[in-house]
């Protein structure tokens, strides 16, 4: 690959987007999120980001993502470009990622040093770029981040993202830093000490909605608009539950209805818990009875009753997906998810008789005090789902994360875990398609989403040491990080 070939597959790419925005403003800001174009866009967060500083007076943003394949990028020296400037990110003053999760602390190392820009804050000068990071991981463990970024924008940052942007505008970097570190919403890791409260935004903001439609993304083409934001619900393992808004903020279905454009024949509601909201029903039916298909990014299953599922169905739902998250009864009261089986196997018998091919259902193992009985009554439980629907498992280990009240709590051994999803594939043989998610990879993210500052510098060993399993345990081991698991 060179850079013509680079700059070709962004044209294509940027040439099948409908939404674009182009200035020719002075303040021109990087933002990029260090995941793949296809991921990244189909962030409403990034979306909604973007917009904003177009909004703002005198400033543009320009998106960049991780390439699908850095590897080649590296070998031949090919930095990572803009999609709407096609210039490597060291061009400019202000480069701003969206993070939503601990793993993409890797792929923000990777964009800047594929640009020649150094890592950490302190080997950077006058001639670097500003380094911002925001985004959901924010909302949980920013302290990794701290160590790479010269400014922590902290959750909602619709608003502070305006603030951020008058700063740079009018004030050097220096004076800016002071300036912003004692400001609410922001961190400044060289001058902050500790970190406040995530940002809120006014709700006459709401809903976000897509800037840019494209169908080279995992949601093709889809329009998202946000019905809601936060949840009032209680799980103890949920960032949401307690995040940036303290609870659901509900959108009138109005206010939904008049950001879809005419020409959207596709619509996400997007939000943690928009099954909650009070008036989905009709929204969603107004949404298919326009001909669209309609996708809703959290079913409850709980909420569902044959009215919703047959509005889903009309909407072009083939799959249902919902989540029981605890292995048994036992553990969903643990995790405070407040549904039991009864609800799953209504959620099952609702689908198939409305014509719905496939039940997908997430679960959580490893919750502290699971034992063999917990994975029995899922087995159990999920073959009368399998008699109900065909049914799809996904398996993902239990992440403890900072600001909820299962925080602190350890990571499940690792062969534990690995003997239980064995358990779950030989109890389900022939009956359920099982994914399950990588135990290894989860105890990386375990050790981030509980870690320091530190835990991010041995992210940064981990991905300088070739970025396996070995070198993230070696990293951690190096820089003092213990694992605790049970
Ligand atoms: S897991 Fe879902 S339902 Fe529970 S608090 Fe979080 S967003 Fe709400």
């Known amino acids: 690959m060179n850079s013509w070939e680079a700059l070709s597959e962004i044209r294509r790419r940027v040439g099948e987007e409908e939404g674009v925005l182009r200035s020719p403003a002075a303040l021109r800001v990087a933002l990029c ?37 850095p590897a080649e990028y590296r070998n031949n020296r090919l930095p990572v470009f803009t999609y709407e400037g096609e210039r490597p990110l060291s061009d400019y003053a202000v480069v701003a990622f969206s ?50 970024v010269d400014l922590i924008v902290l959750g909602e940052g619709e608003e502070t993202i305006h603030e951020l942007l008058d700063a740079a505008a009018s004030m050097g970097r ?24 995530p940002g809120r935004v006014d709700d006459a903001r709401l809903p976000a909605s897509s800037q840019i439609l494209t169908p080279n993304t995992v949601l093709r083409s889809m329009f998202l608009v946000e019905p809601e934001r936060g949840c009032s619900r209680t799980c103890r393992y949920c960032v949401m539950r307690c995040g940036a808004g303290g609870g659901m903020r509900v959108v009138p279905a109005d206010r939904v209805w008049a950001k879809i454009p005419e020409a959207a024949r596709r619509v996400g509601l997007v939000g943690a818990a928009v099954t909650d909201h009070p008036d989905i029903r009709p929204l969603i039916r107004r949404i298919v009875d326009s001909g669209r298909e309609v996708g809703v990014s959290s079913l409850r299953a709980d909420r569902l009753d044959p009215e919703l599922v047959g509005l889903l169905v009309r909407g072009g739902y083939r799959t249902l ?97 690995d003997r239980r999803l064995t358990a779950i594939r030989a109890g389900l043989k022939g009956k359920a398609d099982l994914r399950p998610g990588s135990t290894r990879w989860a105890w990386v ?40 698991e049970t």
């Open 33 to 69: 999120h260090p995941a793949s174009y296809a991921v990244a866009m189909s962030s409403l967060g990034f979306q909604a980001i973007y917009r904003e500083i177009h909004l703002h007076p005198g400033a543009a943003a320009e998106r960049a993502f991780l390439p699908d394949r």
């Open 99 to 148: 993070i939503a999760w601990e793993l993409e602390i890797t792929g923000l190392f990777e964009m800047l040093d594929l640009c020649g820009i150094p890592l950490i804050c302190r080997e950077r000068g006058a001639r670097h770029p500003l380094i911002v990071a925001g985004g959901p991981l924010t909302c949980s463990n920013p302290a990794i981040l701290a160590p790479f």
């Open 174 to 197: 220096e004076e800016m830093l002071e300036h912003l570190a004692g400001r609410p919403g922001f961190h400044v890791p060289e001058v902050s000490s500790g970190f406040g409260p």
């Open 321 to 417: 997906t919902t989540a029981s998250d605890g292995a048994s009864q036992r553990m969903r009261d643990l995790a405070g998810r407040n549904i039991d089986e009864l609800h799953l196997l209504r959620a099952a018998e609702l689908a198939r008789g409305a014509g719905i091919e496939r039940l997908r259902l997430y679960m959580m193992i490893g919750f502290p005090g699971e034992t063999d009985d917990d994975i029995g009554e899922l087995i159990r439980l999920c073959g009368e789902l399998a008699r109900v629907l065909p049914l799809s498992l996904s398996v993902s280990p239990f992440v403890a994360k900072k600001h909820t009240p299962l925080d602190g709590a350890p990571f499940e051994n690792v062969r534990v875990l």
């Open 445 to 484: 993210e375990y050790m981030l989403s509980q870690g320091t500052e530190t835990a991010g510098l041995a992210a940064l060993d981990a991905w300088r040491g070739g970025g396996g399993i070995g070198a993230w345990r070696k990293a951690f081991a190096a820089r003092g990080c213990m694992p605790r």
